[in-house]
Protein backbone atom coordinates (compact mmCIF):
# COMPACT_ATOMS: atom_id res chain seq x y z
CA UNK A 1 0.00 0.00 0.00
CA UNK A 2 1.02 3.05 -1.15
CA UNK A 3 1.89 5.67 1.65
CA UNK A 4 1.87 8.61 -0.62
CA UNK A 5 0.41 9.39 -3.59
CA UNK A 6 1.02 13.01 -5.59
CA UNK A 7 -1.32 14.57 -8.25
CA UNK A 8 -2.23 17.84 -9.80
CA UNK A 9 0.98 18.05 -12.03
CA UNK A 10 0.70 19.35 -15.46
CA UNK A 11 1.63 22.17 -18.15
CA UNK A 12 0.98 25.75 -17.46
CA UNK A 13 1.92 29.16 -18.73
CA UNK A 14 4.19 31.50 -16.85
CA UNK A 15 2.22 33.48 -14.14
CA UNK A 16 -0.83 30.57 -14.02
CA UNK A 17 -1.60 28.53 -10.77
CA UNK A 18 -1.87 24.58 -10.10
CA UNK A 19 -2.63 23.04 -7.33
CA UNK A 20 -1.12 19.74 -5.83
CA UNK A 21 -2.18 17.44 -3.96
CA UNK A 22 -0.28 14.46 -1.76
CA UNK A 23 -2.77 11.77 -0.58
CA UNK A 24 -1.56 10.03 2.79
CA UNK A 25 -2.79 7.05 5.14
CA UNK A 26 -4.27 8.27 8.18
CA UNK A 27 -1.22 7.01 10.12
CA UNK A 28 0.79 9.64 8.06
CA UNK A 29 -1.75 11.78 8.55
CA UNK A 30 -1.99 11.48 12.19
CA UNK A 31 1.81 11.35 12.98
CA UNK A 32 4.13 13.11 10.34
CA UNK A 33 4.78 16.31 8.78
CA UNK A 34 4.37 16.41 5.23
CA UNK A 35 6.87 18.55 2.95
CA UNK A 36 6.78 18.93 -1.02
CA UNK A 37 10.34 18.53 -2.67
CA UNK A 38 11.09 19.80 -5.95
CA UNK A 39 14.10 18.20 -8.34
CA UNK A 40 14.72 19.68 -12.20
CA UNK A 41 16.67 17.49 -14.61
CA UNK A 42 20.27 17.89 -13.47
CA UNK A 43 19.78 19.29 -9.93
CA UNK A 44 19.61 18.00 -6.39
CA UNK A 45 16.24 17.61 -5.23
CA UNK A 46 15.02 20.66 -3.32
CA UNK A 47 12.81 21.69 -0.15
CA UNK A 48 9.67 23.57 -0.89
CA UNK A 49 7.50 23.84 1.70
CA UNK A 50 6.63 22.08 5.21
CA UNK A 51 3.72 21.67 7.46
CA UNK A 52 3.73 20.18 10.80
CA UNK A 53 1.74 18.12 12.67
CA UNK A 54 -0.63 18.14 14.80
CA UNK A 55 0.09 22.44 14.79
CA UNK A 56 0.01 22.79 11.30
CA UNK A 57 3.06 25.12 11.21
CA UNK A 58 3.65 25.84 7.91
CA UNK A 59 7.57 26.87 6.50
CA UNK A 60 8.56 27.59 2.94
CA UNK A 61 11.90 28.50 0.72
CA UNK A 62 12.90 31.68 -0.14
CA UNK A 63 12.38 31.14 -3.85
CA UNK A 64 8.50 30.23 -3.47
CA UNK A 65 7.54 32.14 -0.37
CA UNK A 66 4.64 34.51 -1.01
CA UNK A 67 3.72 32.38 -4.15
CA UNK A 68 2.81 29.07 -2.77
CA UNK A 69 0.66 27.87 0.11
CA UNK A 70 0.88 24.96 1.79
CA UNK A 71 -2.42 23.34 3.62
CA UNK A 72 -4.07 20.01 4.75
CA UNK A 73 -7.84 18.41 5.06
CA UNK A 74 -7.39 15.83 7.74
CA UNK A 75 -10.72 14.53 6.79
CA UNK A 76 -10.09 13.98 3.07
CA UNK A 77 -6.41 13.13 4.42
CA UNK A 78 -4.63 15.62 2.06
CA UNK A 79 -1.64 18.04 1.85
CA UNK A 80 -2.24 20.70 -0.66
CA UNK A 81 0.48 23.00 -2.48
CA UNK A 82 -1.09 25.86 -3.85
CA UNK A 83 1.21 27.16 -6.56
CA UNK A 84 0.38 30.70 -7.96
CA UNK A 85 2.08 33.06 -10.16
CA UNK A 86 4.26 30.08 -11.67
CA UNK A 87 7.76 30.90 -13.04
CA UNK A 88 9.52 28.76 -15.54
CA UNK A 89 12.22 27.83 -13.17
CA UNK A 90 9.59 26.21 -11.08
CA UNK A 91 9.37 23.60 -13.48
CA UNK A 92 10.50 20.05 -11.99
CA UNK A 93 8.93 17.12 -10.53
CA UNK A 94 7.49 17.44 -7.32
CA UNK A 95 7.16 15.41 -4.41
CA UNK A 96 5.72 14.77 -1.13
CA UNK A 97 7.17 12.70 2.07
CA UNK A 98 6.90 12.31 5.40
CA UNK A 99 9.00 12.56 8.29
CA UNK A 100 8.84 12.60 12.10
CA UNK A 101 8.02 16.55 13.32
CA UNK A 102 10.97 16.39 15.04
CA UNK A 103 13.34 14.94 13.20
CA UNK A 104 12.53 16.59 9.59
CA UNK A 105 13.38 20.06 8.26
CA UNK A 106 15.12 20.49 4.78
CA UNK A 107 17.05 17.76 4.43
CA UNK A 108 15.86 14.82 2.34
CA UNK A 109 17.63 11.90 4.31
CA UNK A 110 15.14 13.38 7.42
CA UNK A 111 12.16 12.01 5.49
CA UNK A 112 11.16 8.27 5.80
CA UNK A 113 8.08 8.34 3.60
CA UNK A 114 8.25 9.32 -0.46
CA UNK A 115 5.53 9.67 -3.28
CA UNK A 116 5.99 9.16 -6.59
CA UNK A 117 6.37 12.51 -8.01
CA UNK A 118 4.34 14.72 -10.27
CA UNK A 119 5.59 16.56 -13.21
CA UNK A 120 5.33 20.20 -13.58
CA UNK A 121 6.02 22.91 -16.48
CA UNK A 122 5.85 26.31 -16.76
CA UNK A 123 6.46 27.14 -20.04
CA UNK A 124 5.10 30.01 -22.89
Known amino acids: QKQLVESGGGLVQPGESLRLSCTVS????????IAWFRQAPGKEREWVSR????????EYADSVRGRFTISRDIAEYTVYLQMDSLKPEDTATYFC?????????????????WGQGTQVTVSP
Open 97 to 113: AAGLPLRSGSRPETYDY
Open 26 to 33: RFIMDYYA
Open 51 to 58: ISSPDDST
